[in-house]
């Protein structure tokens, strides 16, 4: 976790930025200035959100999803005039909220303050605020105690706009009620199912459908600007491949070392009867426990079946005399060496001579003996070298990866000198657009969505590098992309097709799929619908499936679409009958039973909470259409024009 931390230090300080100081993440401290000079895209009563607010804004929010998805996120996804509206709006909620609290002279006490700010878990130790942390953090972002303070203290002001809406925001017991019963009924369904595939045999697609619906499709058929590309490709195989033939005592050298990998030694299944001796025994003493030893010895090889019995009668170590004396496996390095030597002197049921320890005197009896066993090195040797130069490559990858980056940085124009030098083969592959990977249909059979790369070339770093200035109009090598911790691509375009809609000989077999799907569909779906309606008009249960008792909390494995619609049917009385369309099917919709639910239920028990937050949310943006309302929030003609054309996308 540590080491993740050191090696990721800007992005964890980014994460605890965005906990510490939420008021900072789009605005910035300058945020909390109402007067600025720079031009206007809203204007909320007499303040303003300006151009220069917007795009700081989407600078921070595309930093903060590159950040978040570790540089995968496609910043295409942002330039849309939707996702610059949404992020307008937000830019214009928070202005109503300046607004309303510098009207309504909003303000938060020291005391307040000082609580909301020793409550941050990110500024406490142990759970205590922490003054040490405190500065700590400040300083690692380069703010003062005046500037964070200030900033924190007009978010507590801020809050004090929409914060009692939202806190006291209570969902109506009879709206709640209902939606209890609502998720809680119990529906007893049956299924009638009409396949598209069962009338595919009936359709009939002509030249002159075909030509008709490729001259009405022109859009849809259109195939977006897509490139063709060479690329290297650096990974654990080019790596294994360009390791140099082992010498045989390399080989040898590392399964002796790591011959624990390969052979498992020796052991013994051993029980033991053990005869103590006190601390400072006399001779005597000494002599009485030998003897004692050696009659137990003289009567075990007489009976060695007796062994459990005497072991419980006369060992005197009570950890293992209740079990029969077993001592369980024993490996060497296990015991003292002269007990060692005994025991593993030993064939499968012999008994020991007594052997002193430092206890005592032992009595062993192998139950069991199991050899050293495993793999000779003739044996192991392929997968000794395979370990082995697995080993090796880790190593070769780091120094090839090193060279991949400074070759490719002293040959901008050319793969090959890149390729030579380390060993890789340029691939090539095509249908690559900015957006998305184009199928083999659209693309002919080198798309690049049905090579085995098509995981690196989808990449959405990939594609960013492949239609960037430097690599599409100059016609450079991009940099080294890291797909991930041993995959890394170097990728340059060696085509560009322009937006195109395909000729039709290249779309017909894909027109005549589509126009066949779509008919045997209609099919399907207008069989379906007049069993439907005789069913509605004269009641009938044949020809359905076994039933199943689902609940909008328990779909029983229903499809969302079917449990809607099994959950829209009004029925007074049962059998009850309804149908809906599926994507290649349609399906008519049985009710046999209809239970009201148990509200009472466990599963619901944080239902309340959770819509009254979502009824929160909901009345703080009623509260938000009103003061739009109240102050006039208008669009200025540079607002309508940044909001539909961009300004050149976020960077």
């Known amino acids: 976790m540590f080491d993740f931390i050191r090696t990721h230090q800007r992005l964890m300080q980014l994460i605890l930025l965005i906990l510490v100081v939420p008021s900072f993440v789009f605005l910035g401290i300058s945020g909390y200035s109402f007067v600025t000079a720079d031009p206007a895209i809203a204007e909320i009563g007499r303040a303003t959100v300006t151009r220069e607010e917007f795009i700081q804004a989407q600078r921070n929010q595309l930093q903060q999803m590159q950040e978040s998805s570790q540089g995968r996120f496609d910043p295409a996804l942002l330039d849309n005039p939707q996702a610059r509206q949404a992020l307008?709006?937000?830019?214009?909620?928070?202005?109503?909220?300046?607004?309303?609290?510098?009207?309504?002279?909003?303000?938060?006490?020291?005391?307040?303050?000082?609580?909301?700010?020793?409550?941050?878990?990110?500024?406490?130790?142990?759970?205590?605020?922490s003054p040490d942390r405190y500065h700590e953090v400040l300083t690692s972002y380069g703010l003062t105690p005046r500037d964070f303070e200030a900033g924190q203290r007009a978010e507590l002001a801020l809050d004090r706009v929409l914060g009692p809406v939202r806190d006291t925001a209570l969902l109506p017991a009879p709206v709640l009620d209902g939606l209890k019963r609502a998720l809680t009924e119990e529906?007893?369904?049956?299924?009638?199912?009409?396949?598209?595939?069962?009338?595919?045999?009936e359709v009939q697609v002509t030249d002159q459908d075909i030509q008709a619906w490729y001259d009405g499709h022109q859009d849809a058929l259109r195939l977006p600007e897509q490139v063709s590309a060479d690329y290297l490709v650096l990974d654990e195989a080019a790596a294994l491949a360009s390791v140099p033939a082992l010498e045989e005592s390399q080989l040898k050298d590392y399964y002796e070392q790591n011959k624990a990998l390969?052979?498992?030694?020796?052991?013994?299944?051993?029980?033991?009867?053990?005869?103590?001796?006190?601390?400072?025994?006399?001779?005597?003493?000494?002599?009485?426990?030998?003897?004692?030893?050696?009659?137990?010895?003289?009567?075990?090889?007489?009976?060695?079946?007796?062994?459990?019995?005497?072991?419980?009668?006369?060992?005197?170590?009570?950890?293992?005399?209740?079990?029969?004396?077993?001592?369980?496996?024993?490996?060497r390095g296990t015991l003292p060496l002269t007990m060692e030597q005994a025991v593993f002197a030993l064939k499968q049921g012999e008994i020991s001579d007594p052997v002193k320890g430092p206890e005592g005197y032992h009595v062993f009896m192998a139950d069991e003996v199991q050899p050293e066993k495993g793999e000779t090195f003739e044996q192991a040797r392929p997968k000794v070298e395979e370990e082995v130069r697995r080993q090796l490559a880790a190593d070769r990858y780091a120094d090839m990866a090193t060279k991949l980056t400074s070759l490719v940085y002293d040959n901008p124009t050319s793969l090959d000198p890149a390729a030579k030098e380390l060993g890789l083969q340029i691939r090539h592959a095509g249908g690559i657009a900015r957006e998305r990977l184009l199928s083999v249909d659209e693309a002919g059979k080198d798309a690049a969505s049905a090579s085995g790369d098509s995981a690196i070339l989808g990449d959405v770093r990939v594609r960013q590098a492949l239609f960037s200035s430097q690599v599409l109009t100059d016609k450079q090598?991009?940099?080294?992309?890291?797909?991930?911790?041993?995959?890394?691509?170097?990728?340059?375009?060696?085509?560009?097709?322009?937006?195109?809609?395909?000729?039709?000989?290249?779309?017909?077999?894909?027109?005549?799929?589509?126009?066949?799907?779509?008919?045997?569909?209609?099919?399907?779906?207008?069989?379906?619908?007049?069993?439907?309606?005789?069913?509605?008009?004269?009641?009938?249960?044949?020809?359905?499936?076994?039933?199943?008792?689902?609940?909008?909390?328990?779909?029983?494995?229903?499809?969302?679409?079917?449990?809607?619609a099994a959950f829209s049917i009004e029925a007074d009385k049962t059998p009850a009958f309804g149908g809906v369309t599926l994507p290649r099917a349609y399906a008519i919709i049985l009710i046999d039973e209809i239970r009201p639910g148990m509200t009472d239920t466990p599963a619901l028990d944080g239902l309340g909470l959770q819509m009254a937050r979502v009824w929160g949310g909901v009345e703080q943006q009623a509260v938000l259409a009103e003061l739009r309302q109240q102050l006039g929030v208008k669009m200025t003609d540079e607002g309508r024009r940044l909001i539909e054309q961009g300004d050149g996308g976020p960077n």
């Open 187 to 201: 529906r007893t369904v049956r299924l009638r199912v009409f396949k598209a595939e069962d009338h595919v045999k």
């Open 262 to 331: 390969y052979v498992v030694p020796a052991r013994v299944n051993v029980s033991h009867i053990l005869i103590k001796l006190p601390a400072g025994a006399s001779d005597d003493v000494v002599k009485t426990a030998q003897t004692k030893a050696a009659e137990i010895v003289t009567r075990l090889r007489a009976e060695p079946s007796k062994f459990a019995e005497l072991a419980r009668k006369e060992s005197q170590d009570a950890g293992t005399s209740r079990d029969g004396g077993r001592l369980g496996w024993i490996q």
């Open 88 to 129: 307008l709006d937000q830019l214009i909620d928070r202005k109503l909220q300046i607004a309303v609290a510098t009207q309504n002279h909003f303000s938060v006490s020291d005391g307040a303050l000082r609580r909301a700010i020793s409550a941050m878990p990110q500024l406490q130790v142990d759970g205590q605020f």
């Open 477 to 564: 090598n991009s940099g080294v992309i890291e797909i991930s911790p041993d995959t890394m691509t170097v990728v340059r375009v060696r085509d560009v097709t322009p937006s195109h809609v395909p000729p039709l000989d290249q779309v017909r077999d894909h027109i005549r799929a589509q126009l066949t799907d779509e008919r045997a569909r209609a099919a399907a779906v207008a069989e379906g619908e007049k069993v439907l309606a005789e069913l509605q008009a004269q009641p009938v249960s044949e020809g359905f499936g076994e039933p199943a008792k689902v609940s909008r909390l328990n779909p029983a494995g229903l499809s969302k679409d079917v449990l809607d």
